[in-house]
Structure formats: C-alpha cells, structure tokens
C-alpha cells in the first residue's frame, strides 16, 4: 500500500471554478501535512500546510484535514488558467522529518 | 545565490560509471533532503541529513547510493556503477530547521537530470 495517495488526474476545472483535490495517507502516526505545487519542468514549491483537524484558509486556498479518516484535502476557489500545474501532497512519517509525497494531481484550469 | 543550487543540471553518463551530484542549500538551512523523481512521479524520499548527521538512508534503493554532508553545509549524492534505471530527476531541498512545524516547509534547487545510457 503507497503511503501517500492521490488521483493522478488530469482534473479540469472551468475558469473561476472550484477544484478539489484529494490525498489519503495510511501512516497514523503523521502529525504534518503539506501541500505543493508544481508546474511542468520545474521544482515543487509550498504552498499550504495544516496540522490540526479542520479547515485552514489561506486566500484562495483551503486546506481540509481529517486525521480520523486518514485524509487531506485543498480546495482552490475562482480557479484561474494560472492555477493550472501538479498538486502534490506530502505527509510527515511518523511525526519525524521525513516527507512522504504523493504521485500528484494534475489540474486543469480551462478558459 | 538566495536559492538551493544544484550541480550539474544535467548528466550523461554511461552504464558502469559513478556519478556525484552536488547540492548546495540556502545559508543557514539545518535539513537538506535528497528526493528522486520520474516523469510524472512524485518525489521519491532517498536520504535527509540534519547538519552533518545522516538521519534516514532507507529510501536510498541499493548499495550503489550514498550522500554524505561532512561539513553541514554542501551535500553529495554518489551513485556508483550507474544502470539505466538511475535515470531520473535528482531534486535536492532544504528546511531551516530539523523537526517541529517549519520541518516540512522544503526549499527544492532545479534538480540534476541524469541520464545513463
């Protein structure tokens, strides 16, 4: 079993859509969970983490987190063509320092 | 520079060779983590460090790999007799600190390409 799951994509949304992304993790331990982005060809980048049950906002962005149910969730509003790139998720093992990531979701924002 | 760098951007190498890839995090930065990725992969976890001490190596897929940061600061990563399924992106990223909530808060370079043929 992966560690670190998420729908591989792609995901296309409209423009000024809501898109949802989705990751599971089966460590129960984790304590930290992150979100990156990544455009094509180039290195991933934060954007959001959370580590309290609950929702986190933090402009546009929305990071949901269900330690009960082993999932994490980002929520980007007014989606825009920008927004288009890999969204990775990545989760702490263990509550040590060292970072799981998903495969990644690709997200489509079309015009 | 401001940023993690990462030397050479791209490598081609043949099968049997070794290969040393460099990272040079930003000032300052504890953590310094070595990830592997494929096209259209996630990163794949090889070996992080905190100042000189290597803390995890069980990502690192066989003998071949190792890193080493003696002084804290510049890494490498040495794949010995490289295979054609070394072949990947190499990212390097660096944390200002070791554990608590800024830990995971990664600062990746542009990545080494290597290519082994």
């Known amino acids: 079993q992966k560690e670190v799951e998420q729908n591989s994509g792609p995901l296309s949304v409209p423009e000024g859509a809501i898109a949802s992304l989705n990751c599971t993790y089966s460590?129960?331990?984790?304590?930290?969970f992150f979100w990156y982005r990544q455009y094509s060809g180039k290195s991933p980048e934060l954007i959001m983490f959370?580590?309290?049950?609950g929702d986190k906002e933090d402009g546009r962005f929305t990071a949901q987190l269900n330690k009960a149910s082993q999932y994490v969730s980002l929520l980007i509003r007014d989606s825009q063509p920008s927004d288009s790139a890999t969204y990775l998720c990545a989760v702490d093992s263990d509550n040590t320092d060292k970072l799981i990531f998903g495969t990644g979701t690709r997200l489509q924002v079309f015009p | 520079g401001a940023g993690v760098s990462q030397s050479p951007r791209y490598k081609v190498t043949k099968r049997g060779q070794d290969v040393a890839l460099r990272c040079d995090p930003i000032s300052g930065h504890v953590s310094l983590y070595w990830y592997r990725q494929a096209l259209g992969q996630g990163p794949e976890f090889l070996t992080y460090f905190n100042y000189e001490a290597q803390q995890d190596k069980s990502g690192l897929p066989n003998d071949r790999f190792s890193a080493e940061r003696p002084e804290g600061s510049i890494s490498t990563l040495t794949i010995q007799r490289t295979e054609q399924r070394d072949s990947a992106m190499y990212r390097c990223?660096?944390?200002?600190?070791?554990?608590?909530?800024?830990?995971?808060?990664?600062?990746f370079g542009e990545g080494s390409r290597l290519t082994v043929l």
């Open positions: 460590d129960r331990g984790s304590q930290s």
């Open positions: 990223a660096s944390s200002l600190e070791a554990g608590g909530t800024v830990a995971g808060e990664l600062f």
């Open positions: 959370i580590y309290s049950n």
